[in-house]
């Protein structure tokens, strides 16, 4: 299956993807993805529903639940209350550039 955009045909998203979006979009996006992803697995992994989460971190459940689906962009200050009782914390590394 093959898509056309702007006169160009494409095979995979991937292709679409690095047409539409600049490579700092697409590592924003990736980046973002895996957050969502660390915070519900977490949450899943020590058993917890998005209401016990909130009592933990004071992060109201609904707020929580846009952040899993990724219908919103949390602040900093968010996502660090949803982990740590989730016993999880943010992290400054390098950028692995061999990619």
Do not use: H
């Amino acid at each position: 299956m093959s898509i056309e955009l702007n006169g160009k045909e494409y095979t995979t998203w991937q292709d679409v993807e690095s047409e539409i979006f600049t490579p700092e979009e697409i590592a924003e996006c990736n980046l973002r993805v895996a957050l969502i992803g660390e915070i519900a697995k977490a949450r899943k992994e020590q058993g917890l529903t998005q209401r016990e989460l909130e009592a933990l971190s004071g992060v109201k459940q609904p707020i929580i639940a846009r952040i899993e689906n990724g219908t919103s962009i949390p602040n900093l200050n968010t996502v660090l209350k949803v982990l740590a009782p989730l016993g999880k914390t943010l992290a400054v590394v390098p950028i692995d550039t061999n990619k």
